[in-house]
Protein backbone atom coordinates (compact mmCIF):
# COMPACT_ATOMS: atom_id res chain seq x y z
CA UNK A 1 0.00 0.00 0.00
CA UNK A 2 1.70 3.66 -1.08
CA UNK A 3 0.81 6.39 0.94
CA UNK A 4 -1.23 8.03 -0.75
CA UNK A 5 -3.75 4.79 -0.25
CA UNK A 6 -3.38 4.72 3.16
CA UNK A 7 -4.12 8.86 3.23
CA UNK A 8 -7.36 7.15 1.77
CA UNK A 9 -8.06 4.85 4.76
CA UNK A 10 -7.28 7.18 7.18
CA UNK A 11 -8.85 10.10 6.15
CA UNK A 12 -11.89 7.75 6.37
CA UNK A 13 -11.31 6.19 9.48
CA UNK A 14 -10.85 9.84 11.03
CA UNK A 15 -14.84 10.97 10.94
CA UNK A 16 -14.47 9.60 14.36
CA UNK A 17 -13.21 12.41 15.95
CA UNK A 18 -15.30 15.28 16.08
CA UNK A 19 -13.42 18.17 18.16
CA UNK A 20 -13.37 20.51 15.40
CA UNK A 21 -16.38 22.05 13.88
CA UNK A 22 -16.00 20.15 10.69
CA UNK A 23 -18.23 20.35 7.86
CA UNK A 24 -17.63 19.14 4.13
CA UNK A 25 -16.07 21.06 1.81
CA UNK A 26 -16.88 22.20 -1.42
CA UNK A 27 -14.75 23.96 -3.97
CA UNK A 28 -15.80 24.61 -7.77
CA UNK A 29 -14.89 22.65 -10.11
CA UNK A 30 -12.09 20.51 -7.87
CA UNK A 31 -12.51 17.42 -6.24
CA UNK A 32 -11.21 18.39 -2.36
CA UNK A 33 -9.15 15.02 -1.94
CA UNK A 34 -9.36 12.60 1.45
CA UNK A 35 -8.36 14.04 4.82
CA UNK A 36 -10.11 17.64 3.57
CA UNK A 37 -12.48 19.37 6.08
CA UNK A 38 -13.50 22.64 6.84
CA UNK A 39 -13.47 23.65 10.32
CA UNK A 40 -13.90 27.65 11.19
CA UNK A 41 -10.60 29.94 11.96
CA UNK A 42 -9.51 31.37 14.51
CA UNK A 43 -10.59 34.90 12.74
CA UNK A 44 -14.45 33.41 12.36
CA UNK A 45 -13.63 32.58 8.26
CA UNK A 46 -14.02 29.21 6.79
CA UNK A 47 -10.05 27.19 7.47
CA UNK A 48 -9.88 23.64 5.10
CA UNK A 49 -8.02 20.97 7.80
CA UNK A 50 -6.02 17.96 6.64
CA UNK A 51 -7.96 15.75 9.43
CA UNK A 52 -6.54 11.88 9.44
CA UNK A 53 -5.46 9.33 11.87
CA UNK A 54 -1.94 8.74 11.77
CA UNK A 55 -2.52 4.71 12.29
CA UNK A 56 -5.71 2.72 12.25
CA UNK A 57 -3.84 -0.11 13.74
CA UNK A 58 -4.83 -0.18 17.77
CA UNK A 59 -3.91 -1.93 20.73
CA UNK A 60 -7.09 -1.77 22.32
CA UNK A 61 -10.09 -3.53 22.09
CA UNK A 62 -12.91 -0.48 22.78
CA UNK A 63 -16.60 -2.44 22.39
CA UNK A 64 -18.03 0.14 20.84
CA UNK A 65 -14.94 1.42 18.46
CA UNK A 66 -14.80 -0.07 14.54
CA UNK A 67 -10.69 0.32 14.90
CA UNK A 68 -10.29 -2.11 17.85
CA UNK A 69 -8.02 -4.53 17.49
CA UNK A 70 -10.20 -7.66 17.37
CA UNK A 71 -11.87 -6.15 14.14
CA UNK A 72 -10.63 -7.44 10.82
CA UNK A 73 -10.15 -4.39 9.03
CA UNK A 74 -7.73 -3.02 6.67
CA UNK A 75 -4.95 -1.37 8.94
CA UNK A 76 -2.11 1.43 7.77
CA UNK A 77 0.51 3.27 9.39
CA UNK A 78 1.45 6.25 7.71
CA UNK A 79 5.24 7.36 9.09
CA UNK A 80 6.24 10.99 9.92
CA UNK A 81 8.09 11.55 6.29
CA UNK A 82 5.07 9.92 4.24
CA UNK A 83 2.92 12.27 6.36
CA UNK A 84 4.01 15.18 6.07
CA UNK A 85 5.00 15.32 3.17
CA UNK A 86 1.40 14.28 2.02
CA UNK A 87 0.60 17.50 4.03
CA UNK A 88 2.73 19.65 2.34
CA UNK A 89 2.29 18.61 -0.99
CA UNK A 90 -1.46 19.72 -0.21
CA UNK A 91 -0.33 22.97 1.51
CA UNK A 92 1.57 24.23 -0.97
CA UNK A 93 -1.46 24.04 -3.58
CA UNK A 94 -3.81 25.86 -1.47
CA UNK A 95 -5.50 22.90 -0.54
CA UNK A 96 -5.09 23.43 3.33
CA UNK A 97 -4.32 25.56 5.60
CA UNK A 98 -4.10 23.65 8.93
CA UNK A 99 -3.57 19.79 10.37
CA UNK A 100 -5.71 17.97 12.31
CA UNK A 101 -3.65 14.84 13.25
CA UNK A 102 -5.14 12.04 15.45
CA UNK A 103 -4.14 8.67 15.75
CA UNK A 104 -5.23 4.69 17.35
CA UNK A 105 -2.90 3.26 19.46
CA UNK A 106 -0.65 1.71 17.57
CA UNK A 107 2.20 -0.11 18.94
CA UNK A 108 1.20 1.23 22.38
CA UNK A 109 0.78 5.01 24.00
CA UNK A 110 4.40 6.10 23.83
CA UNK A 111 5.28 4.99 19.90
CA UNK A 112 1.80 6.21 19.05
CA UNK A 113 2.52 9.74 20.40
CA UNK A 114 5.73 9.84 19.39
CA UNK A 115 5.04 9.05 16.18
CA UNK A 116 3.01 11.99 15.71
CA UNK A 117 4.62 14.45 17.75
CA UNK A 118 8.08 13.62 15.12
CA UNK A 119 5.46 14.61 12.50
CA UNK A 120 4.35 17.85 13.69
CA UNK A 121 8.07 18.37 14.39
CA UNK A 122 9.05 17.65 11.21
CA UNK A 123 6.38 20.03 9.41
CA UNK A 124 7.55 22.79 12.07
CA UNK A 125 11.21 22.25 11.46
CA UNK A 126 11.83 21.25 8.46
CA UNK A 127 9.36 22.56 6.18
CA UNK A 128 9.24 26.19 8.20
CA UNK A 129 5.28 25.19 8.59
CA UNK A 130 3.68 27.87 10.81
CA UNK A 131 0.18 27.09 10.36
CA UNK A 132 -3.03 25.90 12.26
CA UNK A 133 -2.40 22.15 14.03
CA UNK A 134 -4.80 20.79 16.17
CA UNK A 135 -2.74 17.22 17.97
CA UNK A 136 -4.70 14.75 19.35
CA UNK A 137 -3.07 13.48 23.17
CA UNK A 138 -3.15 9.54 23.64
CA UNK A 139 -4.35 8.57 27.12
CA UNK A 140 -1.62 8.17 29.60
CA UNK A 141 0.84 10.86 27.36
CA UNK A 142 3.24 11.69 30.05
CA UNK A 143 4.43 15.98 30.91
CA UNK A 144 7.22 15.75 28.43
CA UNK A 145 5.23 14.69 25.38
CA UNK A 146 2.22 17.22 26.76
CA UNK A 147 4.85 19.78 26.47
CA UNK A 148 6.40 18.69 23.35
CA UNK A 149 2.88 18.83 21.92
CA UNK A 150 2.13 22.48 23.63
CA UNK A 151 5.31 23.87 21.81
CA UNK A 152 4.68 22.33 18.55
CA UNK A 153 0.23 22.40 18.51
CA UNK A 154 -1.60 25.26 18.67
CA UNK A 155 -4.79 23.15 19.98
CA UNK A 156 -4.38 19.83 21.91
CA UNK A 157 -7.37 17.33 22.77
CA UNK A 158 -7.66 14.13 24.57
CA UNK A 159 -11.01 12.34 24.26
CA UNK A 160 -13.10 11.57 27.53
CA UNK A 161 -15.77 10.27 25.54
CA UNK A 162 -17.75 9.19 28.56
CA UNK A 163 -18.27 11.56 31.93
CA UNK A 164 -16.87 9.33 34.59
CA UNK A 165 -14.71 6.63 35.72
CA UNK A 166 -17.83 3.93 35.75
CA UNK A 167 -18.66 5.40 32.43
CA UNK A 168 -15.83 4.87 30.76
CA UNK A 169 -14.60 1.31 32.18
CA UNK A 170 -18.49 0.19 29.98
CA UNK A 171 -17.07 1.40 26.81
CA UNK A 172 -13.02 1.53 27.31
CA UNK A 173 -12.07 -0.85 30.12
CA UNK A 174 -8.18 -0.27 28.84
CA UNK A 175 -7.73 3.06 30.03
CA UNK A 176 -8.46 4.42 33.47
CA UNK A 177 -9.78 7.82 34.33
CA UNK A 178 -6.63 9.44 35.42
CA UNK A 179 -5.13 8.58 31.75
CA UNK A 180 -7.38 11.21 30.61
CA UNK A 181 -7.25 13.64 33.28
CA UNK A 182 -3.36 13.88 33.68
CA UNK A 183 -2.83 14.72 30.18
CA UNK A 184 -5.72 17.68 30.55
CA UNK A 185 -4.07 18.81 33.85
CA UNK A 186 -0.78 18.78 31.79
CA UNK A 187 -2.17 20.83 29.09
CA UNK A 188 -3.84 23.37 31.13
CA UNK A 189 -0.23 23.69 33.02
CA UNK A 190 1.44 24.47 29.25
CA UNK A 191 -1.98 27.15 28.45
CA UNK A 192 -1.20 28.64 31.70
CA UNK A 193 2.44 28.97 31.07
CA UNK A 194 1.79 31.03 27.51
CA UNK A 195 1.26 28.07 25.02
CA UNK A 196 -1.15 26.99 23.49
CA UNK A 197 -2.85 29.90 21.82
CA UNK A 198 -6.26 27.81 20.71
CA UNK A 199 -6.46 25.76 24.10
CA UNK A 200 -7.18 22.34 24.56
CA UNK A 201 -10.94 20.51 23.87
CA UNK A 202 -12.37 16.69 24.36
CA UNK A 203 -15.39 15.00 23.01
CA UNK A 204 -18.08 12.57 24.31
CA UNK A 205 -19.38 9.62 22.41
CA UNK A 206 -22.71 10.46 23.36
CA UNK A 207 -25.16 7.40 24.57
CA UNK A 208 -22.94 4.82 24.15
CA UNK A 209 -22.22 4.33 28.03
CA UNK A 210 -25.81 4.79 29.29
CA UNK A 211 -25.34 7.85 30.83
CA UNK A 212 -27.43 10.90 31.45
CA UNK A 213 -27.53 14.31 30.07
CA UNK A 214 -27.26 15.89 33.54
CA UNK A 215 -23.74 13.35 33.93
CA UNK A 216 -22.59 14.35 30.87
CA UNK A 217 -22.70 17.95 32.16
CA UNK A 218 -21.73 17.55 35.51
CA UNK A 219 -18.22 16.61 34.09
CA UNK A 220 -18.85 19.78 31.40
CA UNK A 221 -18.57 22.23 34.23
CA UNK A 222 -15.51 20.19 35.80
CA UNK A 223 -13.51 20.27 32.45
CA UNK A 224 -14.12 24.12 31.87
CA UNK A 225 -13.43 24.66 35.90
CA UNK A 226 -10.14 22.68 36.44
CA UNK A 227 -8.70 22.53 33.01
CA UNK A 228 -9.56 25.51 31.28
CA UNK A 229 -10.68 24.03 28.13
CA UNK A 230 -11.76 26.21 25.67
CA UNK A 231 -14.37 23.49 24.05
CA UNK A 232 -16.64 20.27 24.55
CA UNK A 233 -17.63 18.48 21.89
CA UNK A 234 -20.68 15.99 21.96
CA UNK A 235 -20.64 13.14 18.91
CA UNK A 236 -23.64 10.95 18.83
CA UNK A 237 -22.75 7.30 19.06
CA UNK A 238 -23.37 5.14 15.79
CA UNK A 239 -23.30 1.55 16.56
CA UNK A 240 -20.77 0.37 13.92
CA UNK A 241 -20.52 -3.22 12.67
CA UNK A 242 -18.04 -6.47 13.89
CA UNK A 243 -18.60 -4.39 16.94
CA UNK A 244 -19.84 -6.07 20.22
CA UNK A 245 -22.24 -2.99 20.57
CA UNK A 246 -23.46 -3.26 16.42
CA UNK A 247 -27.21 -3.73 17.89
CA UNK A 248 -26.97 -0.88 20.42
CA UNK A 249 -29.62 2.07 19.92
CA UNK A 250 -27.91 4.77 17.96
CA UNK A 251 -28.26 8.06 19.81
CA UNK A 252 -30.50 10.28 17.92
CA UNK A 253 -28.63 13.60 16.56
CA UNK A 254 -31.42 15.89 17.87
CA UNK A 255 -29.62 14.67 21.54
CA UNK A 256 -26.27 15.70 20.26
CA UNK A 257 -27.40 18.98 19.41
CA UNK A 258 -29.74 19.80 22.06
CA UNK A 259 -26.21 18.88 24.19
CA UNK A 260 -24.30 21.50 21.49
CA UNK A 261 -27.28 24.53 22.68
CA UNK A 262 -26.87 23.48 26.23
CA UNK A 263 -23.11 24.19 26.28
CA UNK A 264 -23.34 27.00 24.13
CA UNK A 265 -25.55 28.62 27.21
CA UNK A 266 -22.81 27.75 29.65
CA UNK A 267 -20.05 29.70 27.53
CA UNK A 268 -21.84 32.55 26.17
CA UNK A 269 -25.11 33.12 28.30
CA UNK A 270 -24.12 32.74 31.31
CA UNK A 271 -25.70 29.83 32.02
CA UNK A 272 -24.72 27.90 34.88
CA UNK A 273 -24.83 23.55 34.60
CA UNK A 274 -27.82 23.40 37.75
CA UNK A 275 -30.00 25.89 35.63
CA UNK A 276 -30.33 23.81 32.92
CA UNK A 277 -33.86 22.24 32.63
CA UNK A 278 -33.02 18.80 33.00
CA UNK A 279 -36.50 16.42 32.55
CA UNK A 280 -37.05 12.91 34.10
CA UNK A 281 -34.26 10.76 33.68
CA UNK A 282 -31.94 14.04 34.38
CA UNK A 283 -31.91 14.36 29.97
CA UNK A 284 -32.56 17.54 28.14
CA UNK A 285 -35.94 18.13 26.23
CA UNK A 286 -35.73 16.46 22.61
CA UNK A 287 -38.69 18.77 21.51
CA UNK A 288 -37.55 21.88 22.88
CA UNK A 289 -34.13 23.34 22.77
CA UNK A 290 -32.91 24.09 26.40
CA UNK A 291 -33.30 27.53 26.18
CA UNK A 292 -36.57 27.80 25.29
CA UNK A 293 -37.33 24.98 28.25
CA UNK A 294 -35.29 27.39 31.30
CA UNK A 295 -38.03 30.18 29.95
CA UNK A 296 -41.40 28.11 30.20
CA UNK A 297 -40.23 26.73 33.44
CA UNK A 298 -39.67 30.33 35.18
CA UNK A 299 -43.39 32.23 34.28
CA UNK A 300 -42.37 34.17 37.33
CA UNK A 301 -39.60 36.27 35.59
CA UNK A 302 -40.83 36.53 31.84
CA UNK A 303 -42.22 38.81 30.14
CA UNK A 304 -39.81 41.64 30.51
CA UNK A 305 -39.73 44.58 28.82
CA UNK A 306 -37.01 45.29 26.23
CA UNK A 307 -36.86 49.34 26.45
CA UNK A 308 -35.71 48.82 29.99
CA UNK A 309 -34.03 44.71 30.28
CA UNK A 310 -30.49 44.46 31.49
CA UNK A 311 -28.23 42.47 29.17
CA UNK A 312 -28.26 39.48 31.44
CA UNK A 313 -32.33 39.21 31.33
CA UNK A 314 -32.35 40.02 27.32
CA UNK A 315 -29.84 36.80 26.93
CA UNK A 316 -32.72 34.41 28.71
CA UNK A 317 -34.87 35.10 26.10
CA UNK A 318 -35.58 32.89 23.51
CA UNK A 319 -34.06 33.85 20.37
CA UNK A 320 -32.12 36.83 21.20
CA UNK A 321 -28.54 36.23 21.34
CA UNK A 322 -25.00 38.22 21.92
CA UNK A 323 -24.80 40.06 19.11
CA UNK A 324 -28.45 40.90 18.95
CA UNK A 325 -28.51 41.88 22.76
CA UNK A 326 -25.83 44.40 21.78
CA UNK A 327 -27.62 45.52 19.04
CA UNK A 328 -30.65 46.37 20.82
CA UNK A 329 -28.80 47.95 23.70
CA UNK A 330 -26.82 50.24 21.38
CA UNK A 331 -30.30 51.39 20.00
CA UNK A 332 -32.90 51.59 22.68
CA UNK A 333 -30.30 54.90 23.51
CA UNK A 334 -32.03 56.95 20.73
CA UNK A 335 -35.00 54.50 19.68
CA UNK A 336 -38.42 53.07 21.04
CA UNK A 337 -39.00 49.22 20.03
CA UNK A 338 -42.88 49.31 19.53
CA UNK A 339 -43.04 46.83 16.82
CA UNK A 340 -41.53 42.91 16.15
CA UNK A 341 -40.24 44.02 12.73
CA UNK A 342 -37.41 46.18 14.97
CA UNK A 343 -36.54 43.21 16.55
CA UNK A 344 -36.59 41.46 13.55
CA UNK A 345 -33.95 43.67 11.88
CA UNK A 346 -31.62 43.19 14.97
CA UNK A 347 -31.45 39.18 14.42
CA UNK A 348 -33.67 38.12 16.56
CA UNK A 349 -35.66 35.17 16.27
CA UNK A 350 -39.41 36.75 16.98
CA UNK A 351 -41.09 33.79 16.44
CA UNK A 352 -39.66 32.49 19.85
CA UNK A 353 -39.02 36.08 21.26
CA UNK A 354 -42.21 37.23 21.14
CA UNK A 355 -43.82 35.09 23.89
CA UNK A 356 -41.35 36.19 26.29
CA UNK A 357 -40.80 39.98 25.94
CA UNK A 358 -43.07 43.38 25.89
CA UNK A 359 -42.47 46.34 23.49
CA UNK A 360 -43.13 49.73 25.02
CA UNK A 361 -45.86 47.49 27.00
CA UNK A 362 -47.23 45.84 24.33
CA UNK A 363 -46.94 41.82 24.53
CA UNK A 364 -47.48 39.91 20.65
CA UNK A 365 -47.11 36.53 22.02
CA UNK A 366 -49.13 33.26 23.33
CA UNK A 367 -49.77 31.84 26.20
CA UNK A 368 -46.76 29.84 26.70
CA UNK A 369 -48.81 26.69 27.53
CA UNK A 370 -50.32 26.48 24.53
CA UNK A 371 -46.96 26.97 22.52
CA UNK A 372 -45.47 24.42 24.12
CA UNK A 373 -47.46 21.82 23.97
CA UNK A 374 -48.12 22.53 19.95
CA UNK A 375 -44.15 22.02 19.98
CA UNK A 376 -44.31 18.47 21.82
CA UNK A 377 -47.01 17.35 19.60
CA UNK A 378 -44.84 17.61 16.49
CA UNK A 379 -42.52 15.37 15.39
CA UNK A 380 -39.46 16.09 16.24
CA UNK A 381 -37.51 16.27 12.95
CA UNK A 382 -40.57 18.86 12.12
CA UNK A 383 -40.32 20.65 15.18
CA UNK A 384 -36.24 21.05 14.65
CA UNK A 385 -36.94 22.87 11.22
CA UNK A 386 -39.60 25.37 12.75
CA UNK A 387 -37.42 26.48 15.56
Avoid at 160 to 174: F, W
Wanted: with cysteine.
Amino acid sequence: MDAEQKLELLADDARFESCDSFTPRKRKGKQTGPGITTTQGANGKPMALFRLLQSNSCEWDCPYCPLRRSNDIERATLEPEELSTLFMQRHEQGAVQGLFLSSAVAGGVRPAMGRMLDTVELLRVRYQYTGYVHLKLMPGARADEVERAAKLADRVSINLEAPNGDRMKQISPERGWSTVLEPMAYARDQQEAGELTSGQATQFVVGASGESDREIFDATTRMYREFKLRRVYFNAFRPQAGTPMAEHAATPFVRQQRLQEADWLLRHYGFKADELPFESGDNLPLQIDPKFAWALHHPEIFPIEVQTADREMLLRVPGIGPISVERILAMRRSAKFRELDHLRKLGVVVDKARHFLTLDGRFFGNDTTQVVARLRAKPIVEQLSLW
